[in-house]
Protein backbone atom coordinates (compact mmCIF):
# COMPACT_ATOMS: atom_id res chain seq x y z
CA UNK A 1 0.00 0.00 0.00
CA UNK A 2 1.50 3.55 -1.31
CA UNK A 3 2.25 6.57 1.22
CA UNK A 4 -0.80 8.42 1.77
CA UNK A 5 -1.01 12.07 -0.19
CA UNK A 6 -2.42 13.32 2.75
CA UNK A 7 -2.89 12.78 6.56
CA UNK A 8 -5.19 14.70 8.96
CA UNK A 9 -4.19 13.02 12.63
CA UNK A 10 -6.85 14.07 15.63
CA UNK A 11 -8.17 17.58 14.18
CA UNK A 12 -9.67 19.25 16.98
CA UNK A 13 -11.38 22.79 16.34
CA UNK A 14 -13.18 24.47 19.20
CA UNK A 15 -15.54 27.53 19.34
CA UNK A 16 -15.74 28.75 22.82
CA UNK A 17 -16.94 25.38 24.28
CA UNK A 18 -18.50 24.01 21.76
CA UNK A 19 -16.43 21.35 19.73
CA UNK A 20 -17.38 22.00 15.65
CA UNK A 21 -14.45 18.82 15.55
CA UNK A 22 -13.12 16.42 17.88
CA UNK A 23 -10.52 14.22 17.19
CA UNK A 24 -10.55 13.69 13.29
CA UNK A 25 -8.43 11.94 11.81
CA UNK A 26 -8.61 10.81 7.82
CA UNK A 27 -6.07 9.22 5.15
CA UNK A 28 -6.52 10.06 1.30
CA UNK A 29 -3.96 7.78 -0.99
CA UNK A 30 -3.08 8.14 -4.42
CA UNK A 31 -6.10 7.35 -6.64
CA UNK A 32 -8.87 7.17 -4.30
CA UNK A 33 -11.93 9.37 -4.30
CA UNK A 34 -12.59 10.73 -1.07
CA UNK A 35 -16.10 12.54 -0.34
CA UNK A 36 -16.82 14.54 3.13
CA UNK A 37 -20.65 13.63 3.95
CA UNK A 38 -23.08 14.96 6.75
CA UNK A 39 -25.61 17.33 7.80
CA UNK A 40 -25.43 21.05 7.76
CA UNK A 41 -23.39 21.88 10.95
CA UNK A 42 -21.34 18.63 11.02
CA UNK A 43 -18.12 20.39 10.50
CA UNK A 44 -17.01 19.80 7.25
CA UNK A 45 -16.27 23.11 5.93
CA UNK A 46 -14.41 23.67 9.45
CA UNK A 47 -12.40 20.44 8.59
CA UNK A 48 -11.45 21.30 4.89
CA UNK A 49 -10.33 24.65 6.36
CA UNK A 50 -8.10 23.62 9.19
CA UNK A 51 -6.57 20.94 6.24
CA UNK A 52 -6.17 23.97 3.54
CA UNK A 53 -4.68 26.48 6.04
CA UNK A 54 -7.58 29.67 4.78
CA UNK A 55 -7.74 32.68 6.54
CA UNK A 56 -11.34 32.15 6.12
CA UNK A 57 -13.11 31.29 9.55
CA UNK A 58 -16.55 30.89 11.13
CA UNK A 59 -17.40 32.03 14.43
CA UNK A 60 -20.14 30.79 16.77
CA UNK A 61 -22.29 33.24 18.36
CA UNK A 62 -24.89 32.03 21.22
CA UNK A 63 -24.53 28.49 20.06
CA UNK A 64 -27.01 29.38 17.31
CA UNK A 65 -25.63 32.08 14.33
CA UNK A 66 -22.64 31.88 12.31
CA UNK A 67 -20.56 34.31 11.55
CA UNK A 68 -17.82 34.58 8.71
CA UNK A 69 -14.24 35.97 8.29
CA UNK A 70 -11.93 36.19 5.57
CA UNK A 71 -9.04 38.70 4.59
CA UNK A 72 -8.64 40.21 0.52
CA UNK A 73 -6.47 38.33 -1.29
CA UNK A 74 -4.06 41.03 -1.03
CA UNK A 75 -3.02 39.54 2.25
CA UNK A 76 -3.78 35.63 1.48
CA UNK A 77 -7.04 35.32 1.72
CA UNK A 78 -10.14 34.98 -0.87
CA UNK A 79 -12.45 37.70 0.12
CA UNK A 80 -15.36 35.30 0.28
CA UNK A 81 -16.36 37.15 3.61
CA UNK A 82 -15.39 40.43 5.23
CA UNK A 83 -12.14 40.59 7.22
CA UNK A 84 -12.90 40.32 10.79
CA UNK A 85 -11.97 44.48 11.47
CA UNK A 86 -14.97 45.32 9.23
CA UNK A 87 -17.11 43.52 11.34
CA UNK A 88 -16.22 46.18 14.25
CA UNK A 89 -17.95 49.19 11.90
CA UNK A 90 -21.21 47.08 11.10
CA UNK A 91 -21.46 45.96 14.47
CA UNK A 92 -21.47 49.93 15.81
CA UNK A 93 -23.67 50.17 12.66
CA UNK A 94 -26.15 47.62 13.52
CA UNK A 95 -26.20 49.25 17.00
CA UNK A 96 -26.84 52.74 16.46
CA UNK A 97 -29.95 51.89 13.79
CA UNK A 98 -31.12 49.20 16.37
CA UNK A 99 -30.96 51.95 19.20
CA UNK A 100 -32.49 54.15 17.52
CA UNK A 101 -35.36 51.90 16.29
CA UNK A 102 -36.09 50.99 19.59
CA UNK A 103 -36.06 54.39 21.21
CA UNK A 104 -38.45 55.60 18.56
CA UNK A 105 -40.84 52.66 19.45
CA UNK A 106 -40.84 53.63 22.77
CA UNK A 107 -41.88 56.74 21.94
CA UNK A 108 -44.82 55.64 19.46
CA UNK A 109 -42.72 57.09 16.24
CA UNK A 110 -43.14 56.01 13.09
CA UNK A 111 -39.33 55.61 12.05
CA UNK A 112 -38.43 55.40 8.43
CA UNK A 113 -35.61 53.82 6.88
CA UNK A 114 -32.37 54.26 8.55
CA UNK A 115 -29.32 54.17 6.89
CA UNK A 116 -25.96 54.09 9.20
CA UNK A 117 -22.23 54.77 7.73
CA UNK A 118 -19.36 53.92 9.56
CA UNK A 119 -16.05 54.92 8.49
CA UNK A 120 -12.77 53.98 10.32
CA UNK A 121 -9.62 55.19 10.71
CA UNK A 122 -6.95 52.69 11.43
CA UNK A 123 -4.12 54.94 11.29
CA UNK A 124 -5.07 57.71 13.16
CA UNK A 125 -4.13 57.48 17.22
CA UNK A 126 -6.34 57.20 19.09
CA UNK A 127 -8.18 55.33 16.08
CA UNK A 128 -11.36 56.79 15.02
CA UNK A 129 -14.44 56.00 14.10
CA UNK A 130 -17.04 58.43 12.30
CA UNK A 131 -20.88 57.87 11.90
CA UNK A 132 -23.21 59.22 9.95
CA UNK A 133 -26.96 58.39 10.59
CA UNK A 134 -29.33 59.24 7.36
CA UNK A 135 -33.09 59.00 8.16
CA UNK A 136 -35.86 59.05 5.79
CA UNK A 137 -39.07 60.85 6.81
CA UNK A 138 -39.88 63.77 8.21
CA UNK A 139 -38.85 64.46 12.29
CA UNK A 140 -38.74 67.99 13.92
CA UNK A 141 -35.84 69.35 15.24
CA UNK A 142 -36.31 68.01 18.98
CA UNK A 143 -37.18 64.49 17.39
CA UNK A 144 -34.06 64.58 15.70
CA UNK A 145 -32.44 65.57 18.84
CA UNK A 146 -33.67 62.58 20.94
CA UNK A 147 -32.76 60.29 18.17
CA UNK A 148 -29.41 61.50 18.33
CA UNK A 149 -28.81 61.21 22.22
CA UNK A 150 -30.45 57.78 22.11
CA UNK A 151 -27.85 56.69 19.51
CA UNK A 152 -25.14 57.86 21.80
CA UNK A 153 -26.56 55.05 24.19
CA UNK A 154 -25.82 52.38 21.87
CA UNK A 155 -23.41 49.58 23.95
CA UNK A 156 -21.34 49.17 21.21
CA UNK A 157 -20.00 52.65 20.86
CA UNK A 158 -20.38 53.04 24.90
CA UNK A 159 -17.91 50.22 24.75
CA UNK A 160 -15.78 51.93 22.23
CA UNK A 161 -15.19 55.37 24.05
CA UNK A 162 -14.53 53.84 27.53
CA UNK A 163 -11.95 51.25 25.94
CA UNK A 164 -10.79 47.45 26.58
CA UNK A 165 -8.29 45.35 28.95
CA UNK A 166 -7.83 42.49 26.84
CA UNK A 167 -6.82 39.03 28.89
CA UNK A 168 -5.70 36.72 25.90
CA UNK A 169 -4.83 32.98 26.39
CA UNK A 170 -3.97 30.83 23.82
CA UNK A 171 -5.39 26.93 24.57
CA UNK A 172 -3.55 23.94 22.57
CA UNK A 173 -2.42 20.45 22.94
CA UNK A 174 1.15 20.08 23.08
CA UNK A 175 2.65 17.77 21.08
CA UNK A 176 5.38 15.13 22.77
Known amino acids: MSDPLLRVERVVKRFGGFHALAGVSLEVRAGERFGLI ?54 LASCV ?3 MAMYARTKGWELGDVLVEVGYDKDATPRRFTVDVFLDGEYDADQIARLERAAATCPVRRSLEAGFALEEHVHASVLV
Open 97 to 99: STT
Open 38 to 91: GPNGSGKTTLISCISGTLRNEVLIRDAFVLETDEPESVGGEDTAPAPHELLGAA
